[in-house]
């Protein structure tokens, strides 16, 4: 009966005999098809969580930005002056005011103006915060602080409030600059008139922005250089390499990225500048000191042409990224490399 019972019974494959893949077959034959993962709700939330963060910050440049500018844009195409400000009425000329703008001899001597003035700034900014920046390296613990703290101060500075500083220090009569000068022999510049010529009001105006943007550079620079390893600029003297020449192949290559965004920054903010230049002397003496912002705020608030300077204004912005396009384009083209 046990042997008959023995004979009966249904056993499984035995391991001796069946091979790996059948086993294999069975297994997985028996087990319960798994259903494919679903993305968890952390998942989503994480995916979504950085474009959150940048909605309010997205939502306050579209209000304090984006409705002016689309203001301005408008306005732009209109005849806009006291009489239809009194009357309530809006006048649409097309593209009068730019046409006006374009083939107006003062709008592009005001915009070379303005780029010269941009690309002369920017020049002495950067080699100066440079400069400056490398002396912070190897300044002590002590003057390094000094300096920084001074830096601090003068970046920090109202921009109004540093126009009356030199305006006091360039004053005709009572100005330090023409006391010193006279003081050292230059008795020319008794009673100058800084102020009464093109090229010394820009000077002026050129020391103020140099001056007040000096600290950005000089300080982002040094804490870039805080990044480079000591072992890099000692192997660098081990090889007998001077110093133009450790900066110009070891530390701009490395720091690159940093004088690309700097200087542009620096073009957008000298390009732009106005405080400066209106405070002084209001554009003055005789419009030749007059920037592309300062040309739009006299056109459109001083003569009351509103529709004008605020074309002058949107042209404004164009050339500025017109300046900025080989920028742009290099951004581009890292973006691709990533």
């Given at each position: ?15 001796a005999?069946?091979?790996p893949?059948?086993?294999?077959a ?9 259903r ?11 995916r979504?969580?950085?474009?959150l ?27 806009l ?23 107006s ?10 780029v ?15 400069l400056?920046?490398l002396?912070?390296?190897r300044?002590g ?18 921009q109004?409030?540093g ?41 002026v105006?050129?020391l ?6 000096i600290?950005?550079?000089?300080l ?9 390893s000591a ?9 007998g ?26 073009v ?25 912002p ?11 042409h ?31 490399e990533?």
């Amino acid at each position: 009966m046990a042997a008959q019972y023995r004979g009966t019974k249904t056993r499984g494959p035995d391991p001796a005999v069946t091979p790996p893949q059948a086993g294999a077959a069975l297994v997985a034959g028996s087990a319960k098809p798994s259903r494919p993962a679903r993305p968890s709700t952390t998942g989503r939330a994480s995916r979504f969580l950085p474009y959150l963060l940048l909605l309010p910050t997205l939502v306050a440049t579209a209000v304090l930005l984006g409705y002016p500018l689309v203001r301005n844009l408008l306005i732009s195409f209109q005849t806009l002056e006291p009489f239809q400000l009194i009357q309530h009425t809006t006048e649409w000329n097309g593209f009068g005011n730019y046409a006006d703008q374009l083939t107006s001899s003062d709008f592009w001597h005001t915009a070379g103006r303005s780029v010269a003035f941009t690309a002369a700034n920017v020049v002495l900014i950067m080699v100066a915060g440079t400069l400056i920046g490398l002396l912070l390296k190897r300044l002590g613990k002590r003057m390094r602080l000094l300096l920084s703290i001074g830096l601090v101060f003068a970046w920090a500075m109202p921009q109004v409030a540093g126009t009356t500083v030199y305006q006091w220090l360039f004053d005709t009569r009572n100005g330090v600059v023409n006391w010193a000068l006279d003081g050292v022999g230059w008795h020319a510049m008794h009673n100058y008139n800084w102020l009464g010529h093109q090229l010394s009001t820009f000077a002026v105006i050129t020391l103020m922005v140099v001056w007040g943007s000096i600290p950005f550079v000089a300080l982002n620079l040094f804490a870039g250089l805080t990044t480079v390893s000591a072992e890099i600029f000692e192997a660098a003297r081990m090889d007998g390499a001077s110093a133009w020449r450790t900066f110009w192949q070891v530390v701009f290559p490395m720091l690159k990225p940093f004088f690309l965004s700097t200087t542009f920054l620096e073009v957008i903010w000298v390009f732009k500048a106005f405080t400066q230049v209106y405070a002084l002397n209001a554009g003055g003496p005789e419009g030749l000191t007059e920037t592309l912002p300062v040309y739009a705020y006299v056109e459109g608030f001083g003569n009351q042409h509103f529709g004008t300077g605020a074309a002058i204004s949107m042209l404004t912005i164009v050339i500025l990224m017109a300046l900025m396009s080989y920028y742009f384009r290099v951004i581009l083209k890292q973006e691709d490399e990533l």
